[in-house]
């Protein structure tokens, strides 16, 4: 580059190799800008959406949302003692159960749990029921010992404040509560959580501030004028059971000190007597059974595998993951069947598609170009039609048996049944997907010299050898590609598989609807949608590496 | 590939029965096409032949289930005669101004004039209200899917693009990805975003789909186009938007053309997603077809059909016409 004159310049004095390295640049910025607002779109509308449903097949936060004290205080349970947890799950559990109740909240985390141990559903709207009651003579003694206790004012007074200095930190409290009812919630505006209330009755504070919050955003009722939820009397009464609590109310000078100094010997009694576990065992004796302790704990976890393992037809249960019983094992007979079915299609189509290729590609142009419009008729005709038409001519009482009837190849009252079973999908989607099939192997076979027939035959072949020999093998690559389209459409294909598939012709895709639309399974939904998008890309990657994506033609 | 004169007997019989072999199978892909047209006139509610309708007897006949399709509101009278007026005004002022012999603005006001008359204040319908959600989205979502396409394929056929495999298959996704899962992601996605259930969802998942649509038929185009038009046009003092604009838009436009009318087509035809985006305010044609197909089905389903079809030899023809034009221009002999 260079010479006794240095290197070579460019016209406005740059080095020319700097100049050149500028305007490859420019170029390459010039292309990027003018694809960037595609792929912001497709990234957008397309790439996150799929994203959002890969997280989903493993995301499983609802258990740990709705009972977020409870899952950490059964991490220290052991599933194969199969015996119940102990007294502080269940009081975890009635702190999380209530709030999730006064949230409605539980009915959703218990829908979940019944997918994995029926029975669940029921237990939780129960005992949702019931949460009022549990622990009413510890409330009865407060209520007639502190009379204060009646006035919502006082329990506002008592545990919220305006007072900067006084202002304690309720991020533990709210963001609990916040876990548990799904959405923000926080204290009114200017109120905090007292510390001096806190401090004689931690675990009474943490319970109102939740309580205030929660009536504050999602009631919009104002905490001072409405009663506190019984969980808020309960976790005070508690309080007084600590060591050193005596010496805290003496130390208290904030509002409502008076009062409250009746409240320790009041409860003392029916405290002394409340068990949670006992008033859970009273409401179901099901909350004794390690299986559904086991099924909490077991789906814990925010993250999970058992979307996918019951998508092939295991479960995650307690004991880790089993394969299902066999009445209830359908996902892999499903996934079997759209695969076979797909093939079945597959087969359908080249065996359907092969001569009518080679005719096009062997006819003068005028003819090959008829058929041709004959091939892209039905391909262009909407997907609805074709399936429509397919609905109608295969009824039992339609044309086609119609017509076999009338010649006479079936009896009126032996109809065949052509619709609503493997048969009907089959018929109906070789024809919706022939198109795809005869399209590639046409533009193969065109490329194919008939000299090689010729020359075959000349050597002495006879028709079948030259085209076995000769013919074929040179068309296997049209094969393949129009063999890798149709399938990567058929096991994806819903609609028709939905109209005329009754229940015996449906694939894998009408159960994603299904759950999507119906069971409300969504998690289930995305792991069978996650287990067939990675089959599609694989074979899309193996179609690319056959024919190239580019190579990918539209209508001929 | 005439039979020879010296053919065996064999051959003969060969060469004759797989003719007749393929008719059957362009038969079997043509014919539940083409039987549902006559059936759409069925006078009766069935969905075969009826005796009346075999013996060609006017009475087995009638239009009552595209009575039922098309309803009797909306302005299509009104909206045909402004049409015609626009297209006629139109095509009068480029004859005056330029001596354009072109008939298309006529043709195209009288059938948008038509079509919106007849859409006016239609509400609640049982098949016009579907049709007109349709066209509400279908050409919005092509617009998207066009104008965006078309930028990122000129782009795409830049000699110097980086990652540009990695680019393409991003945006060919949509097509290869199976529709069902496409529904189920956009559902999950869109309900977080709030856009489930509303218009531009719908428009939007429909813009993705057609994209690639787009992309492809418009890289093929380029691929035959010639880069030094550019650079001369640019030699010649042009910027960058007036060449693209004067030079390279009206080489590539029948490529531009097919791709909206797949990306069009693909809107139009589009069921699964919108199944799941949409809400009962955007229920389209297709969904109203899946619906009936699915619960009650009603012999008005056989006249949405074959309005459809018609619908599809339109866009069919103009395709090939497009395609013959489109090789014209490039010098090739159309075939």
């Not at chain 1, 409300?520 to 792991?527: D, E, F, I, R, T």
């Not at chain 2, 496409?182 to 993705?208: C, D, E, K, N, P």
């Amino acid at each position: 580059m260079t010479d006794a004159t240095g290197p070579i310049k460019a016209a406005d004095g740059r080095p020319l190799k700097a100049s050149l390295n500028r305007a490859l640049r420019r170029e390459k910025m010039r292309a990027l800008m003018l694809i960037a607002p595609l792929l912001i779109f497709v990234l957008v509308t397309f790439i996150a959406p799929i994203g959002d449903m890969l997280f989903r097949s493993v995301q499983d936060d609802i258990t740990s949302r709705t009972l977020p004290q409870t899952v950490v205080a059964l991490d220290g349970w052991d599933y194969d003692s199969g015996s119940p947890p102990d007294e502080a799950v269940y009081e975890a559990l009635y702190y999380d159960m209530f709030f999730a109740a006064e949230a409605k909240k539980h009915t959703a985390l218990g829908s979940r749990l019944n997918y994995e141990t029926t029975g669940i559903s029921s237990l939780f709207r129960q005992t949702g029921r019931a949460l009022d009651d549990m622990g009413e003579d510890v409330i009865e003694a407060m209520e007639d010992n502190v009379e204060a206790l009646d006035d919502s004012a006082f329990w506002a007074a008592l545990f919220l404040t305006e007072d900067p200095v006084d202002a304690g930190n309720a991020n533990a409290a709210l963001s609990w509560a916040t876990s548990v009812a799904d959405e923000p919630v926080r204290l009114p505006e200017g109120l905090q959580m007292s510390v001096a209330g806190a401090t004689v009755f931690p675990k009474a504070a943490a319970q109102y501030v939740a309580f205030a919050a929660f009536t504050h955003t999602v009631d919009e009722d104002v905490p001072a004028e409405e009663d506190p939820w019984e969980s808020v009397w309960i976790a005070m009464a508690q309080d007084t059971s600590d060591a050193g609590f005596a010496d805290r109310l003496a130390n208290y000078t904030g509002p409502g000190a008076a009062e409250l100094a009746p409240l320790q010997e009041a409860v003392a009694a029916p405290l002394a007597e409340l068990s949670f576990q006992a008033a859970f065992l009273d409401q179901d004796e099901d909350w004794a059974d390690a299986e559904i302790w086991g099924t909490i704990q077991a789906f814990s976890s925010p993250y999970t595998a058992g979307y996918f393992l019951t998508a092939v037809d295991r479960e995650l249960t307690p004991a880790g993951a089993q394969v299902v019983e066999d009445d209830v094992k359908i996902y892999l007979k499903l996934f079997w069947r759209t695969l076979w079915m797909s093939l079945a299609i597959t087969f359908s189509c080249i065996l359907l598609g092969y001569p009518v290729a080679w005719l096009m590609a062997n006819l003068p142009d005028r003819s090959a170009n008829l058929i041709m419009i004959l091939v892209l008729l039905p391909f262009w005709t909407s997907l609805l039609v074709r399936t429509s038409a397919w609905k109608v001519l295969l009824q039992q009482q339609g044309v086609i048996n119609d017509l076999l009837v009338w010649i006479g190849l079936v009896a009126d009252d032996g109809r065949l049944a052509l619709i609503n079973n493997a048969t009907g999908t089959v018929i109906a989607m070789t024809h919706i997907l022939l198109p795809f099939m005869i399209l590639p192997l046409y533009s193969v076979m065109k490329g194919i010299p008939p000299s090689y027939l010729r020359a075959a035959k000349s050597l002495g072949a006879t028709n079948w050898t030259a085209f076995w020999r000769v013919y074929f093998p040179q068309s296997v690559p049209g094969i393949g590609a129009g063999s890798i389209l149709v399938f990567i459409l058929s096991i994806g294909y819903y609609i028709t598989p939905e109209i005329v598939g009754g229940t015996k012709g449906v694939f894998i895709s009408n159960r994603i609807a299904y759950h999507i639309s119906s069971s409300l399974n969504w998690g289930l939904a995305a792991a069978l949608g996650t287990i067939l998008l990675v089959v599609v890309l694989a074979l899309y990657w193996a179609y690319d590496r056959i024919v190239g994506i580019d190579n990918v033609k539209l209508g001929g | 590939m005439g039979l020879p004169p010296y053919a065996t007997f064999g051959q003969r019989v060969w060469y004759y029965t797989f003719r007749v072999l393929v008719g059957i199978i362009l038969f079997f892909l043509i014919a539940p096409i083409i039987t549902i047209i006559p059936l759409s006139f069925n006078a009766q509610d069935f969905f075969t032949f009826t005796p009346e309708m075999l013996a060609f007897d006017p009475e087995g006949y009638s239009l009552k289930h595209y009575r039922a399709f098309f309803g009797d509101e909306g302005n299509p009278g009104t909206g045909l005669l402004i049409g015609l007026g626009i297209g006629v005004a139109v095509f009068a002022a480029l004859f005056f101004m330029r001596g354009s012999k072109n008939v298309l603005p006529i043709i195209a006001g009288a059938v948008l004039g038509l079509i919106i008359g007849k859409m006016w204040g239609v509400e609640g319908t049982e098949w016009m209200t579907p049709l007109k959600n349709s066209l509400k989205i279908a050409p919005v979502a092509t617009l998207i899917s066009v104008s965006l396409g078309t930028l990122a394929a000129i782009g795409l056929s830049q000699s110097h693009v980086p990652f540009r495999r990695a680019i393409m298959a991003i945006m060919i996704s949509p097509m290869i990805v199976p529709l069902i899962i496409s529904a189920a992601g956009m559902y999950f996605f869109y309900s977080r975003i709030g856009l489930q259930g509303t218009y531009w969802g719908v428009v939007l998942s429909h813009a993705a789909l057609g994209i690639p649509f787009v992309i492809i038929t418009v890289t093929a185009t380029l691929v035959g186009f010639d880069q030094s038009l550019t650079r001369a046009a640019a030699n010649m003092g042009a910027n960058p938007v007036r060449t693209f604009f004067k030079v390279q838009m009206p080489l590539i436009l029948p490529g531009v053309i097919s791709g909206g009318l797949f990306a069009f087509i693909t809107s139009f035809d589009e069921v699964v997603v919108v199944l799941f985006v949409g809400s009962a305010g955007q229920q389209t044609l297709p969904w109203q077809m899946f619906t009936g197909l699915r619960e009650q089905i009603s012999p008005t389903i056989l006249a949405a059909a074959t309005v459809l079809i018609s619908i599809s030899v339109v866009l069919l023809v103009t395709l090939e016409l497009l395609r013959r034009r489109s090789e014209r221009l490039r010098g090739m002999s159309p075939g």
